[in-house]
């Protein structure tokens, strides 16, 4: 087809042909576009509401829609609609970019709409009408403010920006953004944003004379203090099996009747049992890669030679070896001397062996990732390992091929040649089923065991921890894990107590919208009854309030829903703030010497509680311009409202009642088992 083309080229005939490939491409291509209207068939400029001597029209709904998140789908999924919501409620038109000191004020003074439609559309006249206000007030916005707003945009919609390959601003990467991301046009791009910077400006002129006092935000921070913390043992099958003993004759008895349980957890851990050989390497990379020029690979070739030369020297006893750095030297006894190699037992002669080698590596290695600890490849390595990157198959198998302590290189690799030191040999070990069985029979009998008696073991922690109330779990464990195979003084054992923290939202975090929030993830208010490090335990949550300090440790073993694991939880003290010390009084009894570092803990004790003060403010202050705001709106919309300044058209409300009918129709999809799926733009067929 195309040699016909370019033979008749000239040709009469094919200029139509094109011709008509154009005009088919014109009027099909982008139909669901910016200048396509509701349903594929009305106009893009067809009046939707009238507001403040101004129209919004289906362009202007178009693309507010597409510059709002979406409203949450019906689903069976707590987590995704929870998520989904706080997303919709708490954002303005996010990816509209704007101003991050207002983002928060919202026009809504009661529910937010379900219907996105409804949202977007009351966002809308709020724009027109508060940047209406701004109009009246003399503010305005200038070609910098849209520009600089204008160009945060594609990175919000996951392009790399309007610059082209030089960094300057590109005419045609801009339009393509507005017409193929946006669907829209610059000019009414443009409107748009200026309208949404006014609508700012209004609103930081509203809310400028905000303030909250240090006692309103102390009260806050007191409040914060104010929160619960537990302590907490938990008892799980795995860490328990620690705490139940057991003797090779069970161990026996159970094998009798459970070979089938045992040889399948063999399986399952067969590559523990069947190690390969490896191998504990240290190397100094004297670097040049295979392209670069043959100059500097003779180079680094000669420069290797000359290393391996001069450590050599101390491989051979020439050089006496000094004493690995950090020896231990028997009380009464001389500090150790240099020695050379040959004179020096097997393991004295390996350890200052390595000491060496490392510290030359450390000053000439070119391998940066092993430079500062001495060229020391730290995981033990398989010969496969080793053929690998940064070495080489002819590495691997040289190491392989020597002893512990041996010196190996130069030897080539794709990143230069190399120096190796074989710091130690570890022997392949293969085990059959028959030699691990009695160890596999006694894990798994113990974990059984553990598992049948694990409410008892807590049980009887939590009587323990009630007859000493006074004391934190970790002191009552100490003496629990001693009872059950634990060892020094108890501190390692089975049960670690851990502390959860402040249980529930931080009063200063909820009243501040935080990054989790904007993106809707959801409030730990949300999940009231979790306990953090544990998860949710309603008996718990209920049993809190009961906890005092004259009676902290909780009433129950406690559980999860879907976790074999057991809790016993105990308030924990809270420690009152020190009191405010004379520095005189403490200088006259500070007797440091005068050239040891200082800490001032009193300074950094002021800079968080400062800190502290601080970020109550900003929460505080968030609440009150968001209510001032909402105030000052609602008064303004009520009046526009009363003057007919806001109309809606009839289009508005055939578009309206076709997202209740989308919306009633998941709605009924879910209740009868069905999936919901995303309801489809308005904007399109």
């Known amino acids: 087809m195309l040699d016909v083309l370019r033979r008749n080229k000239t040709s009469a005939i094919v200029y139509l042909f094109f011709g008509i490939i154009i005009v088919v491409f014109v009027f099909t291509f982008n139909t669901a576009g910016p200048s396509t209207g509701i349903g594929g068939a009305k106009s ?18 178009s693309l507010g829609m597409l510059l709002s998140v979406d409203a949450p789908t019906p689903s069976k999924k707590d987590f995704e609609v929870v998520q989904a919501r706080e997303r919709y409620k708490r954002t303005r038109l996010p990816f509209a970019a704007p101003d991050p000191e207002v983002f928060a004020l919202s026009p809504f003074d009661g529910p937010v709409p379900e219907l996105k439609l409804d949202k977007v559309m009351a966002e809308l006249v709020e724009s027109h009408l508060v940047a209406s206000e701004a109009d009246k007030r003399g503010l305005g916005a200038t070609d910098e403010e849209l520009r600089d707003r204008v160009l945060l945009l594609p990175r919000i919609f996951g392009h790399s920006g309007l610059g082209d390959e030089k960094g300057k601003f590109s005419r045609e990467r801009y339009d393509s953004f507005v017409s193929y991301t946006l669907r829209t046009s610059k000019a009414r791009l443009e409107s748009f944003i200026k309208r949404e ?22 009260a806050l921070v ?86 391996l030369a001069e450590l050599k020297k101390a491989w051979d006893g020439t050089t006496p070896l000094p004493p690995a750095p950090g020896a231990v030297v028997p009380e009464g006894q001389p500090a150790p001397e240099p020695q050379p190699a040959t004179a020096l037992n097997p393991a004295e002669k390996l350890s200052r062996l390595a000491a060496l080698f490392s510290e030359h590596a450390k000053s000439k290695t ?30 691997a198998e040289a190491v392989f091929k020597a002893d512990a302590g041996a010196l190996l290189g130069p030897l080539e690799s794709q990143q230069g040649y190399w120096l190796v030191f074989v710091e130690q040999r570890i022997a392949a070990e293969q085990k059959t089923y028959e030699q691990v069985a009695t160890q596999l029979g006694k894990e798994i009998l113990k974990k059984e065991r553990a598992e049948t008696d694990l409410d008892k073991l807590a049980a009887d922690f939590l009587a323990q921890a009630k007859a000493a109330p006074t004391k934190p779990l970790a002191e009552v464990a100490k003496a629990w894990n001693l009872a059950h195979g634990g060892q020094g003084d108890g501190a390692e054992g089975p049960v670690k107590p851990r502390d959860t923290g402040a249980i529930g ?99 950094a004790d002021k800079e968080s509680a400062d ?56 709605e009924k999809k879910v209740a009868a088992g069905g999936a919901a799926t995303p309801a489809p733009s308005p904007f399109e067929e």
Not at 372 to 385: A, L, N, R
Request: aromatic share 6%; glycine share 4%; charged share 35%.
């Open 44 to 61: 893009a400029n067809e009046a939707l509401a009238k507001v403040a001597g101004g129209a919004i029209d289906t362009g202007d709904l």
């Open 222 to 307: 007191d409040a914060d203090k104010g929160r619960a913390e537990l302590e907490y043992a938990s008892f799980d099958p795995e860490s328990m099996a620690e705490a139940v003993q057991v003797n090779d004759a069970e161990v026996n008895v159970w094998l009798l009747s459970n070979q089938e349980k045992a040889r399948k957890a063999y399986e399952e851990r067969k590559d523990k049992f069947n190690q390969p050989a490896k191998a504990v390497v240290r190397g100094i990379l004297f670097a040049a890669s295979s392209t670069d020029p043959d100059e500097k690979k003779a180079a680094a070739k000669k420069a290797a030679d000359a290393e």
């Open 505 to 603: 939202q931080s009063p200063i975090e909820a009243l501040q919208p935080g990054i989790a929030e904007l993106l809707g993830m959801p409030s730990p208010a949300i999940a009231f009854d979790e306990i953090p490090g544990i998860g949710k335990v309603p008996a718990l949550v209920r049993d809190l309030p009961k906890l005092k300090t004259d009676a902290p440790v909780a009433p129950a073993v406690y559980s999860t829903e879907g976790s074999k694991a057991r809790y016993v939880a105990r308030l924990k003290e809270k420690k009152p703030d020190a009191p405010a010390k004379d520095p005189l009084d403490e200088a006259a009894k500070d007797t440091s010497p005068k050239d040891a570092p200082e800490v001032d803990k009193t300074k």
């Open 366 to 395: 070119e391998h940066h990732n092993t430079k500062d600890v001495g060229g020391q490849f730290v995981d033990p390595k398989t010969q496969e390992d080793l053929a690998g990157t940064p070495f080489s198959k002819a590495i």
């Open 611 to 666: 800190k502290q003060l601080a970020n109550a403010k900003r929460a505080l202050t968030a609440i009150k311009k968001a209510e001032v705001y909402r105030a000052w709106y609602k008064a303004l919309r009520d009046k526009a409202e009363k003057d007919g300044v806001v109309t809606f058209t009839e289009s508005y409300k055939i578009l309206q009642q076709e997202e209740i009918d989308r919306r009633r129709d998941q």
């Open 197 to 218: 910077i006014l609508r700012d400006k209004m609103a930081q002129a509203v809310t400028a004379g905000v303030t909250v006092s240090d006692a309103e935000a102390k």
